[in-house]
Each structure stands twice: as C-alpha cells, then as structure tokens.
C-alpha cells in the first residue's frame, strides 16, 4: 500500500521569505501523480500545484515550486515570497494513475500548518 | 473551472436522528465521489468512494448501514448519517473526479473538493 508521509506538523516562515515543506512516499507503482493541497481556514481543499510521475521536470505555479525526486521518492513543496495569505494547512497527497472505480484514490499525509509572520 | 457544492455548510442535529448531505458538481459530470472526514487538526480520511448508478464502496472500518451513500446521478451524490450520534460530530468533505474529461483534458487528474459540512451532533 502506499503511504505519505510528512514529518514537519508545523513550520513559520517570515513574509517575503522563502519555505519548503517536506513530503515523502512510499509506492512500487512507476505511474502516479502528486499534488500539494493548501487548506485555509475556511477548510476549503485548494490544489496548489500537481507534479506527474512520468515527467522530470519540475512543476511550478507562480510562487510555489516542488523538487520532485521520483529515486528518493521525495516531493518537496517551495514557496518563494510568503505572503500572509499563504498561512494554511498543507496537504500532500499520492495518487495512482488509475482511473476506474476507487483506483486512484488521493492518499494523503498527515498535514503541515504553516504559518506566516508578518 | 469546475466547481463542486455541498449542502448544508453547517447542521446541528440531536442525537437518534438522520441528517443529509448533498455534493454536487455545478458545471461538469462527475462519474465519481468521494466522501471524507476530517477531525480537527487531522488529515482527511477517505470514507467511502461511489460511482454513478453503482452501490458505493466503504473504505475499511467504515460502517455502510450508518453512512448511506446515494450517487443517482451524474451531478448529485448524497451522505445520510443514520441515527446520528456526538461521536459522529465532524467536518464531512465531498470530492468529485470527471472521468469524462467534459470539463477539459486536465479534469482527468483532478479531483476537485466541495467546501466541506460541519456537524455537530447534540
């Protein structure tokens, strides 16, 4: 089964800096995907950026970037200027390639609440 | 973009009774639900999983007689929590995947979320 993990329950990165959240995972399947989720307050679930497996270069959104190592099966997430905006619960999550019935569920790690100082 | 609604945002019911949820994809089919909960501060963990016409599939250690499950359509899926109880207080989030691709080749992998119900039984 696969699993994510990630170790870091909470980070603070000052506005305008630089933060990266750590996500690792456990899969023996070579198509998959990988997603950062950001939820606010409000709880809404926001995909922040999606990286797939099959592809080596690096997803990037603006200000978010990941450092996607399928080897180590690493999945970094790096936010560049922090905004106050930025403070929010964030989800990683695995999913397989599959698409029919319940393949390809999004599983998710445990969470990293970063907040921003201002 | 595709957007995914729930109804109620918020209910608070006394315990013994039987309240519903409803998920729906506004703009796009959605051929599969899934159904969530989150504990304060916790991660979501997935309940159970319902395809279009088909009878739901519940994730292991998730009751089916207490967590009804009703997708009829392509744009409505329904949570009924049976004989509700204060241990079943908590924030019940909808998602929902378009295997069709109606709503663009990139909805394929995208899973898009409803804005979460808050229960809280009395």
């Known amino acids: 089964a696969q699993t994510v993990t990630q170790s870091q329950p909470e980070m603070s990165v000052q506005e305008a800096e630089t933060v990266t959240l750590s996500c690792t995972y456990d899969t023996s399947e070579s198509d998959y995907y990988l997603f950062w989720y950001k939820q606010p307050p409000s709880r809404q679930m926001i995909l922040v950026i999606r990286q797939e497996a099959y592809k080596q270069q690096n997803a990037t959104e603006n200000r978010f970037s990941v450092n996607f190592q399928k080897a180590a099966k690493s999945f970094s997430l790096k936010i560049s200027d922090s905004q106050l905006g930025d403070a929010a619960m964030y989800f990683c999550a695995y999913r397989s390639a599959g698409y029919g019935g319940s393949q390809g569920n999004l599983i998710f790690g445990k969470g990293t609440k970063l907040s921003v100082k201002p | 973009g595709a957007v995914v609604s729930q109804h109620p945002s918020w209910v608070i019911c006394k315990s013994g009774t039987s309240v519903k949820i409803e998920c729906r994809s506004l703009d796009f089919q959605a051929t599969t639900m899934f159904w969530y909960r989150q504990f304060p501060k916790q991660s979501l963990m997935l309940m159970a999983t319902s395809n279009e016409g088909s009878k739901a599939t519940y994730e292991q250690g998730v009751e089916k007689d207490k967590f009804l499950i009703n997708h009829a359509s392509l744009t409505l899926s329904t949570l009924t929590v049976t004989s509700a109880h204060p241990e079943d207080s908590s924030f019940y989030i909808c998602?929902?995947?378009?295997?069709?691709?109606?709503?663009?080749?990139?909805?394929?992998?995208?899973?898009?979320f409803g804005p979460g119900t808050r229960l809280t039984v009395t």
């Open positions: 998602s929902a995947r378009d295997f069709s691709g109606t709503s663009g080749r990139a909805a394929r992998y995208e899973q898009y």
